[in-house]
T-cell receptor, first 112, second 113 residues
């Protein structure tokens, strides 16, 4: 079955540590996205990538970094510079910009 | 940039009733309006979408209406069932090229048996 795999489902880190969230897709989609979800805040765009080796900042990119070395993979690193990293992180992909998004089942990150 | 407002934030209905969720958007250039359903602990799933060249679209018990002049669109669910209970998100984008979706803050729909 084609889809998006995010791992792990739950992640715990100490404050001051960087942490990388994995996102892999086998849908052969060109575009991939990272969203952050907080209670009552909806989904906010962190970074997105339309093609390999290229990515753009979204609305809340500060404290995050990404890479897109392969079409299938779009890992997100939450750095120690992110002031409130505890959240539910969703990865998505689409055939191209503007087409429907397919989401993974998310990673819940808790930083203490 | 685009701003999407969604109401209500919570909606409780009895099984069999209809439910309506409304969204407004700010950018008149937006022309693609999807709706997503998110169940607890899962990622959102697309349930229906509409583009600005149509005013209404139906898929079984779900329908979406769009009023481009007023810049608002709505999700209608008829004959609600307990399994419709979830968080619903509306979104808007220019629907092409490098455009990205802007989401509303979500509506928690509770359907009581």
């Amino acid at each position: 079955d084609g889809g998006i795999t995010q791992s792990p489902k739950y992640l715990f880190r100490k404050e001051g540590q960087n942490v990388t969230l994995s996102c892999e897709q086998n849908l052969n989609h060109d575009a991939m996205y990272w969203y952050r979800q907080d209670p009552g805040q909806g989904l906010r765009l962190i970074y997105y990538s339309q093609i390999v080796n290229d990515f753009q900042k979204g609305d809340i990119a500060e404290g995050y970094s990404v890479s897109r070395e392969k079409k299938e993979s779009f890992p997100l690193t939450v750095t120690s510079a992110q002031k409130n990293p505890t959240a539910f992180y969703l990865c998505a992909s689409s055939d191209r910009g503007g087409s429907p998004l397919h989401f993974g089942n998310g990673t819940r990150l808790t930083v203490t | 940039g685009e701003n999407v407002e969604q109401h209500p934030s919570t909606l409780s209905v009895q099984e069999g009733d209809s439910a309506v969720i409304k969204c407004t958007y700010s950018d008149s250039a937006s022309n693609y309006f999807p709706w997503y359903k998110q169940e607890l602990g899962k990622g959102p799933q697309l349930i229906i979408d509409i583009r600005s060249n149509v005013g209404e679209k139906k898929d079984q018990r779900i329908a979406v209406t769009l009023n481009k002049t007023a810049k608002h669109f709505s999700l209608h669910i008829t004959e609600t069932q307990p399994e419709d209970s979830a968080v619903y998100f509306c979104a808007a984008s220019m629907g092409s090229g490098y455009s990205t979706l802007t989401f509303g803050k979500g509506t928690m729909l509770l359907v009581s048996p």
